[in-house]
């Protein structure tokens, strides 16, 4: 059935790049995304879908609370493979990057982001691999200028590749996924 899906397709929908952040008690962790949705304006919801598999999304599960840094186009590949390629589960993430406490004590990044957003969570929906935490936003600021970082930009311009656990990875169809 999947063989008969025209991946290529999949392609052209368009995202942004995230670090998503939680915690758990004293520790601090975050990865890279490409699934930042607005999800309503009133009261401002935002959702998240974070793969089982990833340290960020037992801390999301627990503690009820995540960050998001909207990324520009200033973030490097060393950074983007730091957060989107390695696990909180063998590296202290965070230990390597700038990054403040917010209101619900959640860590927010701030290197190479435009804005930064806190949300406590108001639902959670598990979609098999991955789940979607949708939260409500307590706190938001610009941080930085620039611009901000697309999936596209990322697959172009930094030659970046679909990470495994990102929901747009295809084993069927990598040479189609990656642009
Ligand atoms: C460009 C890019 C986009 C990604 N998008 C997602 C995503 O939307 N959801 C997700 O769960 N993982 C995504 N990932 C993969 C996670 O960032 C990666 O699995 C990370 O190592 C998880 O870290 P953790 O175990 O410390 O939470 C993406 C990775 C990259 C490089």
Not at 77 to 83: K, R
Not at 99 to 124: H, N, Q, Y
Request: with cysteine; net charge neutral; hydrophobic share 40%.
């Amino acid at each position: 059935m999947t063989e008969e899906l025209d991946y290529k397709v999949f392609n052209e929908v368009s995202y942004g790049l995230y670090v998503v952040t939680s915690k758990l008690e004293e520790r601090m962790n975050g990865q890279i995304v490409n699934t930042v949705l607005q999800v309503t304006s009133d009261p401002p919801r935002f959702g998240v879908i974070i793969n089982q598999k990833n340290l960020t999304h037992d801390f999301i599960l627990e503690s009820g609370v995540f960050g998001v840094s909207i990324l520009s186009q200033a973030a490097p590949m060393t950074f983007i493979g730091l957060f989107g390629f390695r696990s909180g589960r063998d590296v202290d993430k965070l230990a390597q990057a700038k990054w403040i406490e917010g209101r619900t004590g959640c860590p927010l990044v701030i290197d190479f982001s435009l804005g930064i957003m806190e949300a406590k969570l108001f639902r959670t929906m598990d979609v098999g691999t991955h789940t979607i935490f949708v939260g409500d936003i307590v706190d938001a600021r610009a941080i930085g200028d620039g611009r901000p970082m697309t999936y596209e930009y990322y697959h172009v311009h930094l030659k970046g590749k679909t990470a495994k656990n990102a929901p747009t990875y295809s084993p069927i169809a990598q040479k189609s996924i990656q642009v």
